[in-house]
């Protein structure tokens, strides 16, 4: 095989693998839309993290299910497991933050994974700002800031 067949191939590989992680990415988050904060690393692990929320009624209420996402990027030359975290704010009662959810996963070597879904808290729908916070490290390292991400609606 020529060198220009290998790339060819190889890229050929990268364009599939992306359009798969596209078309997952709605399947996994189960929700209208996925809203992403801005990125923060640590140790070439990179993280984002992502708030969804989907409304549904119960008798006249209408209420909301936050789910707290993390896209995960690992620019390593070599797989690396992974934790992450999230935390949930809710504007109005007071600077408490409350943990969410953790998690663990293996990110192959240079590339991304998620969003992966981490926890889910239901929440009386209304004009009330959500604000989820996302942090990673990988195995035996130190935690990367944070990543937020916002919605104060009841669908993102």
Known sequence: MTKTARTMKRAGALVAAAAVSALAFPAQA?????????????QNIGA?????AERWKEGKIF???ITAHALITNSRSHASWVEYEAYLHV???GDDWM???SGRTIVE???TVGPIAIATS???CGPVKIT???HVRPAGGAWSNWSSAVTSQCQT
Do not use: E, F, P
């Not at 189960?30 to 640590?42: D, K, Q, R, W």
């Not at 984002?48 to 969804?52: A, F, L, P, Q």
């Open 99 to 101: 943990k969410m959810g």
């Open 91 to 93: 504007q109005g009662d």
């Open 30 to 42: 189960h929700a209208a839309a996925v809203a992403c904060g801005g990125g923060v690393s640590t």
């Open 132 to 134: 989820i916070r996302v």
């Open 109 to 111: 070597r240079r590339s």
């Open 63 to 65: 209420w909301r299910d």
């Open 48 to 52: 984002r993290g992502c708030i969804s």
């Open 122 to 124: 239901t929440r009386l």
